[in-house]
Every structure is written in C-alpha cells, then in structure tokens.
Nanobody, 115 residues
C-alpha cells in the first residue's frame, strides 16, 4: 500500500507561483512513476505532469514552460513548481503514483488562481 499526502495548495494571483509537494509513505522500494493530475469544476480530470524514477518527464501542453515537476526518489516525494499561473490553472490537484502495477491517488489540494 502507498499513501500519498499533498501540501502547498492555496490562492495565488495571476502570474504568481505556487509549489506543491506530495510525500509517499508505506512499504515502498522505488515508485515507478509519480506525478500530478488536476480537475477543474465541470471538467474531467487531466494530466498535468508525470516523472519516471529514471527522470523521464511528461507535461500537458497547457503547462509546458510554466510548470516543472521534480522528484526526490530517496524521500519518495514529488514536487510541482507552478509559475506564471493563469486563472485556468484553478483546479483540485491530485498526486499520483504508479507502483507495482497499481495506481494510487492523494486526497487532492485546491489551487485557485484569482485576483
């Protein structure tokens, strides 16, 4: 079992920055993929960014050049640095992990971009 706990959400003005963190706990050796998805009101959940434990990253087109995903594999923690935020980035951001053939999700953290 893997437990994921996010932190770092909140309210930010357009053009501002936030950093999300997600720590994984449990009987973990090395998590294959960690990342972030988001779901805005009335919309389907969408991928934001993922990172393989070998360092390969994948970003949604809408966040490329603005968001950066990183990992501390030793600490089983993934981060999402969000810069130049836009109102359309407003959503619940959920941490994701793929480990030994199973998906795991965090409880989600609200990010609101508004003036």
């Amino acid at each position: 079992q893997v437990q994921l706990v996010e932190s770092g959400g909140g309210l930010v003005q357009p053009g501002g920055s936030l950093r999300l963190s997600c720590a994984a706990s449990g009987s973990i050796f090395s998590i294959d993929v960690m990342g972030w998805y988001r779901q805005a009101p009335g919309k389907q959940r969408e991928l934001v960014a993922t990172m393989h434990n070998a360092g390969i990253t994948n970003y949604a087109d809408s966040v490329k050049g603005r968001f950066t995903i990183s990992r501390d594999n030793a600490a089983n923690t993934v981060y999402l640095q969000m810069n130049s935020q836009k109102p359309e980035d407003t959503a619940v951001y959920s941490c994701y992990a793929w480990y030994r053939g199973r998906n795991y999700w965090g409880q989600g953290t609200q990010v609101t971009v508004s003036s």
